[in-house]
Nanobody, 121 residues
Framework: QLVQSGGGSVQAGGSLRLSCTAS????????IGWFRQAPAKKARVGVS????????VLEDSVKGRFAISSIIAENTVYLQKNSLKPEDTGVYFC????????????????WGPGTQVTVSS
């Protein structure tokens, strides 16, 4: 089970931190992804990944503004979001799977419930 927290409403240029905590399994052998579902869109677009192989990935649209990190002892992955823009608005989901390719493809086995992020201009 993945439990998410963080999110909320901010003005453009503001910051938020999302967290995703696993219960029942350990993150240290899992790859984690953060996905955004924009308003009125069905697709969940990958934003950032923390791979079990020991590297992280940020999509071009968030490079320089977002950072993904993990604290294995807490079984938690964080997504720090700075310099937020209105187009960052959406529901953010974290996802976990042992298979990193499935995470990047948006096909992970485990998904969090999602948390709303709203950025106003």
């Amino acid at each position: 089970q993945l439990v998410q927290s963080g999110g909320g409403s901010v003005q453009a240029g503001g910051s938020l931190r999302l967290s995703c905590t696993a219960s029942g399994f350990s993150f240290d052998v899992f790859s984690i992804g953060w996905f955004r579902q924009a308003p009125a869109k069905k697709a969940r677009v990958g934003v950032s990944y923390d791979m079990s192989a020991g590297f992280t990935v940020l999509e071009d649209s968030v490079k320089g503004r977002f950072a993904i990190s993990s604290i294995i002892a807490e079984n938690t992955v964080y997504l720090q979001k700075n310099s937020l823009k209105p187009e960052d608005t959406g529901v953010y989901f974290c996802a976990a799977d042992r298979r990193q390719t499935l995470v990047q493809q948006g096909l992970a086995d485990s998904w969090g419930p999602g948390t709303q992020v709203t950025v106003s201009s």
